[in-house]
């Protein structure tokens, strides 16, 4: 059994999607994952997505929150991100280590339980590829739609290892969360959802982006 499995509840369809609901052991894998860099790969993630202060922020499938506490000094006190996941274990989990001002809500990314236009950015790192397929498109869509006029969008996903070798070894050890190409992937559900793509490309550390925006 991989890794990738054994961290994973899986929602009843098959490959409909699932959630994470060991946060502890999910830490201990994002160490091992990205080799001891794991700060350097999701700062750099958090670079791609551009936070300023005072802006709110929505980290949807937040996980333990660890991009969340990367965003959260950058949008100051006078900002606030807030977290969202399917996993009450990882709420819990993100909400003891909780900066002033980030809070965590449980929920799914195609049932956004926010007003219209109520974040500057939205984010979503490795999250994509957790929802049932079907979902997908709603919940881009739900993210343009918490988004005020003008907001912004950053997606990251894994992308796979170009050596065969290299790309077998992290599929065992991971499962299926690495074995997708992240184009195929989002393929283009992002402008369907309304979004205006601005950036999009590879980042060390095996991670995908697209940046976009609402118009």
């Known amino acids: 059994m991989s890794l990738g499995k054994l961290l994973h509840r ?8 699932g959630t994470i609901d060991r946060p502890r052991a999910y830490e201990v894998f994002g160490s091992i ?8 790969a999701f700062l750099r993630v958090a670079t791609a997505a551009r936070p300023r202060a005072g802006d709110r922020v929505l980290d949807v499938g937040c996980g333990t929150g660890y991009l969340s506490r990367i965003l959260a000094p950058v ?3 006078s900002g606030h991100v807030t977290g969202l996941d399917p996993a009450p274990e990882m709420v819990d989990y993100a909400t003891r280590r ?22 500057d950015l939205v984010v979503s ?12 498109p709603e919940a881009l869509r739900q993210m343009l739609r918490v988004l005020r ?8 996903e894994f992308r ?13 050890l991971s499962g299926p969360a690495m074995r997708h190409d992240p184009r195929d992937l989002l393929g283009t559900m992002i402008p369907d959802a309304g979004f205006t793509v601005e950036a999009e490309g590879n980042l060390p550390y095996l991670l995908y982006y697209v940046r976009a925006r609402r118009p």
């Open 125 to 136: 790192s490795l999250a994509v590829h957790h929802m049932p397929v079907d979902a997908r």
């Open 33 to 40: 994952a990205f080799l001891g860099a794991r700060r350097a």
């Open 10 to 17: 899986h929602a009843e369809h098959g490959e409909a999607g």
């Open 149 to 156: 006029p003008g907001g912004r969008l950053l997606i990251a």
């Open 98 to 119: 909780a900066p002033d001002n980030c809070t965590y809500v449980r929920g799914e990314g195609q049932h956004l339980p926010f007003p219209d236009g109520s974040f």
């Open 75 to 77: 949008v100051t006190a």
């Open 160 to 172: 796979p290892p170009a050596n065969h070798l290299a790309r077998h070894v992290i599929g065992v």
